[in-house]
DNA sequence: CGTGTTCCTGACCAATTGGTCAAACTATTT
DNA sequence: AAATAGTTTGACCAATTGGTCAGGAACACG
């Protein structure tokens, strides 16, 4: 899609904008953004941003399929072959992490979600279905096996993304409501989601 | 707040307008919405609307305010005399309800928490996380009973939160996900749902 | 050093958008 | 029916915003 950056420069001022792209789209959306917010976070001039890129539906498209990616790589780390709790805990906890080390790509996809995912709705059906569908195929393997609990595994997986991206979508909330503990949230949030799915996909 | 409508005509035309920026703040978010696309929903002339409302944030905020108090309803019912965990799934049964029932409230607030809450962060600190905290109270009061497990209960409430409103937020992605079966998935979710707290919950 | 290429900018533009206002139109009241 | 109060609108405005463009500055390289 994008052009191939050649030179240094290029190189540079291209991720220093994508940068300040993912700051700006995620904290206000994509309508919410603005090619002048974008330009002074990166500490370019608006014309300059438009040198590199074709506009700002090119920027925030870059933003997404090249983040969609790394978004995605959790789930693709779930071994058919390891321990059945251990590999769904195991995928809770990256995922968590996620939240926590990258918020801002959260939001850039809970933006666009929201509403309606107008510029994602082919990802969505297209190469999420199939990661999904087939990781869903082999955690219904380990509950017909007796290995985990008989839960649906589809709604399973939903659950695991809603509850992980919750620290980061919903941030300010958590924020919030547990006013006084500063970071701390996070490692609480990791040891409730621990419990929570170990009790529930126990299959005693 | 806002002036309390007297005439008949008043009444009407605010009850629409509300109801056609609901539709459109939620689908794009406050930044996203512009006053012609309300008017049109609403089937009024854009100075219409501003005879009736004193701008787009007044009439945002006052979406905002009025629905806040239905959406926590679900919560203020949990019963610190009843079963606990029936109360619990109760309480994730009636706000999966919310979600099926009115996805564009869930949404408009969606939209304004990942974007910072900015015209709601009072209402977070004050009312709502005051709720919270006592409803937490009442749960922490069960587990300390052994009456269910030992789980964080603001965190519990964060995972209720995030697992219900999960279908009304990303609907979309979930209807990609789920394709071929239309508005069952609704159902699903409540039977996952139900198994996923029962489980956890149980103090054995 | 000169020259071609890449990079950057100020000035500008058309479209969109939130909002105003005077005038016209419609109900309601007396 | 006249007077009054409430409702609606077309025309207009200033600010914002995505994007363009011609030319200048910096750089690479023979």
New interface residues.
């Given amino acids: 899609m994008a052009a191939a950056p050649k030179t240094r420069i290029q190189m540079k001022n291209r991720a220093t904008i994508l940068e300040a792209a993912l700051e700006v789209f995620s904290?206000?959306?994509?309508?919410?953004a603005t090619l002048d917010q974008i330009a002074t976070a990166a500490g370019l001039s608006k014309p300059n941003l438009l040198y590199y890129f074709a506009g700002k539906e090119a920027i925030h498209a870059e933003l997404l399929t090249s983040l969609l990616d790394t978004w995605l790589d959790p789930l693709r780390a779930l071994n058919a072959n390891g321990d059945p709790i251990g590999e769904i805990t195991g995928y809770v906890q990256r995922k968590l992490e996620m939240s926590r080390a990258y918020p801002r790509e959260s939001?850039l996809f809970?933006?666009e979600?929201?509403?309606?995912?107008p510029r994602m709705?082919d990802e969505?059906?297209g190469p999420?279905?199939t990661l999904?569908?087939e990781k869903a195929a082999v955690i219904r393997g380990w509950s017909e096996a007796g290995q985990i609990?008989p839960?649906?595994p589809?709604?399973?997986i939903?659950?695991i993304?809603?509850?992980t991206?919750?620290?980061a979508?919903?941030d300010?909330?958590?924020r919030?409501?547990?006013?006084p503990d500063g970071e701390a949230h996070f490692d609480?949030?990791a040891?409730?989601?621990q419990?929570?799915?170990e009790?529930?996909?126990?299959p005693f």
Wanted: overall charge positive.
């Fill in positions: 904290a206000n959306g994509f309508r919410g939001r809970a933006n979600i929201v509403q309606g995912a709705i969505i059906t999420l279905k999904v569908d609990a839960l649906d589809h709604h399973l939903f659950s993304w809603a509850t991206q919750h620290y979508d919903f300010v909330q958590v919030g409501i547990l006013r609480a949030a040891g409730f989601l419990s929570l799915y009790r529930a996909l126990s």
